[in-house]
């Protein structure tokens, strides 16, 4: 009981962390696209300002470049910050196919420290469930899917594992299909 | 005493005919219009645990490229499971013959 408690405040904080994430990164994409265009902008009015400096004055060319510094330091800031999710970036970028991959390749490695019986069973269904998600075409529910996966088949494990070592667990699953 | 909960639902699901995880899901979802849905993670334990009542029995397909080259694990209703589905389902049809009208 305390490992199912458990489980779910991790899967709880996974959840809310990742999606904290996203927002903050739909943020910097906001931000570094309007500090793009107002860079351009500013670029603009500076060149028309220096070429009419006599009638308009440098103190308006001085004020626009400090702007333009400004600007550029905020885009060269949210691109860096956005460089370091790009780990994350990429792969909500890829296509279906490409993240089924992805969510195969982390349920194998998650199916390799199961046990046997749960790997077939339980994860087994969920391996089904997402290549039958991503021949839709489903890609947004995958990663929701793997995250899922895992938590139940975390949970499941820690009830087989206590129920293997009471020496209740049933082994009559072995048994082979009727002919 | 009544206690018709996923197990339950399992066992007449399983009246049906042999069944893997996501396929009984399915067909429980079907069989009551989409007002019992049972949880994806609760099926596998609720059908182990079923197994060592003697209710139902499993065995495994060959191994399928879907599911990464391992095995659905079928499961069957058993005669003792059968009994139970029964008697259960009679318990609740009795529970509900007022609601149905036919008291």
Redesign the interface.
Known sequence: MIWEIMLSILFGVSLLLTLATLRHLKELRIEAENARQRIEMLRAQFGKTRRGALTIGWPRAEIIRRELVAEEERLRQAEKEQSRYQVLIRFLATEAPARKKSA?RI??AW?AILPI??????L??????I??RANRGERWLLLLRVL?AI???G??TV??ISKNLLG???Q???????K | VINFGSKSALLQALIQGPS???ELIERIKESSNGAIKIV??????TL?YM??EGLV??????P?A???G?????YRITAKGMRVAQKEANDVYSLLKPALGEA
């Open positions: 195969l349920l194998n199916g019986r749960l790997a077939t069973e339980d087994g269904d969920y391996r089904e469930d290549e039958n899922t938590l139940w088949t949970i499941n009830g087989f209740k667990a049933t009559s699953h072995r048994k082979k299909s009727p | 893997y995880g996501l994806q993670g609760s099926v596998y334990p182990r197994e060592e029995e499993s065995y495994e397909s060959e399928l879907i599911r990464g391992r095995p659905r694990v079928y």
